[in-house]
């Protein structure tokens, strides 16, 4: 039975279609399927799958980041501590609600995409770099409070633990357990910081 969707709701659908298997493995006809609509409805709302795995990755960029901002800005937490309540929210979510299964939309996607989409692969990146930029703030606050070493370069310590995050949440899924994301916890509020 077919039912009537929003652009909103087929948005939310197709994303998590998207995020769990991949844009080669996803086609419009999936994302319909999945929403209760005909395929010829999907482009009522969007030109195609490209254009809808735009919106998708912008929308999830967008809801990323400002999660992030909300603990990374939190002035009721010391910096450091705001650096580590996201990390433990973060785990929390990948081994509780995604089983080590998921990973971030953003970084499968890219690395899916990076060598054949420049489009798409331009606006990851970009919303990575927009996020990493809390970080770099949130470091600096946190060397301005002595919570941390003075000697470490924000900047590149704000890549560092983000690049780092990427490849936890890539070994996560590639051995379907959580220990890249302990480990990756350990060493980065233990060893680095």
Request: hydrophobic share 35%.
């Amino acid at each position: 039975m077919r039912r009537k969707v929003d652009k909103d709701s087929l948005l939310e659908i197709g994303t998590n279609l998207l995020h769990k298997q991949g844009y080669h493995a996803t086609g419009i006809k999936d994302i319909a399927d999945a929403a209760g609509i005909l395929k010829g409805s999907f482009y009522n709302y969007f030109k195609g799958k490209e254009a809808f795995c735009k919106e998708a990755l912008e929308n999830y960029g967008q809801k990323s980041y400002e999660q992030t901002k909300s603990i990374l800005e939190n002035q009721g937490l010391s910096p450091l501590t705001r650096l580590k309540t996201l990390f433990s929210y973060r785990i929390n979510f990948m081994i509780s609600d995604q089983n080590c299964t998921k990973g971030c939309f953003l970084g499968n996607t890219g690395q899916e995409l990076a060598e054949s989409n420049a489009n798409l692969r331009t606006l990851i990146d970009a919303s990575l770099i927009k996020e990493n930029e809390l970080f770099v703030n949130c470091l600096k606050e946190a060397q301005d409070s002595k919570e941390i070493r003075s000697s470490l370069d924000p900047d590149k310590g704000a890549q560092f633990i983000n690049l780092s995050w990427q490849g936890a949440l890539l070994r996560m899924k590639t051995s379907g357990d959580e220990q890249p994301l302990r480990v990756f916890y350990q060493m980065i509020f233990e060893q680095f910081l």
